[in-house]
């Protein structure tokens, strides 16, 4: 069965960092572009981050750029979200899905052009 888990949320303050991980199991994500997404309380679901490894392509929503970086390691079929200098309007839950949008390099996916989906990491940033 083809699956992407995620892992790495948590609780911190404000101006703190985490690392958030996608990793897959069943398939090989050499193969695919991968995004970031999160959903906040009482919000629609939104891109974040975008990484397409055969173009070598990444990509960020304006809310995180500068502060998020996305990367992978492909020996370990896994991406990552380093995420620097948290604001508590970054408290959401992280997804992270495969992106079929092929528009990584203009920008980030939306929540329709994705395929698997991973069950999602919570991560809030409180004082």
């Known amino acids: 069965q083809s699956k992407l888990v995620e892992s790495g949320g948590g609780l911190v303050q404000p101006g703190g960092s985490l690392r958030l991980s996608c990793a897959a199991s069943?398939?090989?994500?050499?193969?695919?572009?991968v995004g970031w997404f999160r959903q906040a309380p009482g919000k629609e679901r939104e891109g974040v981050s975008c990484i397409d490894i055969m173009h070598d392509i990444t990509n960020y929503a304006d809310a995180v750029k500068g502060r998020f970086t996305i990367s992978r390691d492909n020996a370990r079929d896994t991406v990552y979200l380093q995420m620097n200098s948290l604001k508590p309007e970054d408290t959401a839950v992280y997804f992270c899905?495969?992106?079929?949008?092929?528009?990584?390099?203009?920008?980030?996916?939306?929540?329709?052009?994705?395929?698997?989906w991973g069950q999602g990491t919570q991560v809030t940033v409180s004082s």
């Open positions: 899905a495969i992106d079929l949008s092929n528009r990584c390099g203009i920008q980030v996916p939306t929540t329709s052009e994705t395929g698997i």
């Open positions: 069943g398939f090989i994500l050499d193969y695919y572009a």
